[in-house]
């Protein structure tokens, strides 16, 4: 039972453009949701969070929006840079029964071409 | 300050032998978390330990599967008598504590079941 879900297997985006990575989720209890960002041969790097108090979370050239009543949540890059070509995941939590626990979705591979 | 650590990097397990993987986390961190990830597949939750603790393991498999957590040392996932369905990156996680949302990972092992 796939409880975070992002459909798109891959995104390929020109240098200087925006990327924009989607993540579902179906379980109404998540209230925390994280992106993470993961190059070949290495573990995950935490990239960006955002709690469901808010709408939007910015961090430099990354913001991740949150629709909580269309259960969405989407990472916008801009500029996109070669540099972020990896494989980005989304994860969630329900902090009020498991702080810890992590759902990730399957992953989105994006490639920024120079 | 050393990143989580993780060996080895890649083990090859004939069916039915045993499998062990350490993880060795931040420095100050006490929360460890074991995620196993498919081929084409996101990271999928395992256990939680703390110290000396079992925390959350209603990620892993019923047979086979064990984890720990000493006082002292790594941090060991073992996997007796391995199938090939074991085959797998394995990547551990360690956080400095409960209500700490952000987890770091290590490089993963790449198990490899022949």
């Known amino acids: 039972d796939q409880q975070v879900k992002q459909n798109s297997p891959s995104l390929s985006v020109q240098e200087g453009r925006i990327s924009i990575l989607n993540c579902d989720y179906t379980?109404?209890?998540?209230?925390?949701f994280l992106w993470y960002k993961k190059y070949p041969a290495e573990g995950p790097t935490f990239l960006i969070s955002?709690?469901?108090?808010?709408d939007k979370n910015e961090d430099g050239r990354f913001t991740v929006f949150l629709n909580k009543s269309a259960k969405h949540l989407s990472l916008h890059i801009v500029p996109s840079q070669p540099g972020d070509s990896a494989v980005y995941f989304c994860?969630?939590?329900?902090?009020?029964?498991?702080?810890?626990?992590?759902?990730f979705g399957s992953g989105t591979k994006l490639n920024v071409k120079p | 300050n050393a990143g989580v650590m993780q060996n080895p990097r890649h083990l090859v397990r004939r069916r039915g032998q045993e499998a062990r993987l350490r993880c060795s986390p931040m420095?100050?961190?006490?929360?460890v978390y074991w995620y196993r990830q498919l081929p084409e597949e996101g990271l999928k939750f395992m256990v939680y330990?703390?110290?000396?603790?079992?925390?959350?393991e209603s990620g892993m498999p019923k047979e086979r599967f064990s984890a720990e957590f000493p006082k002292e040392g790594p941090s060991i996932l073992r996997i007796q008598q391995v199938v090939r369905g074991d085959s797998a990156a394995y990547f551990c996680?360690?956080?400095?504590?409960?209500?700490?949302?952000?987890?770091?990972f290590g490089p993963g092992t790449r198990l490899t079941v022949t």
């Open positions: 996680a360690s956080s400095p504590g409960l209500r700490v949302n952000e987890q770091y």
């Open positions: 379980n109404s209890m998540f209230d925390y």
């Open positions: 955002i709690s469901s108090i808010k």
């Open positions: 994860a969630a939590s329900a902090s009020q029964y498991n702080f810890n626990k992590f759902y």
């Open positions: 420095k100050g961190h006490s929360h």
């Open positions: 330990l703390q110290k000396e603790n079992i925390i959350d």
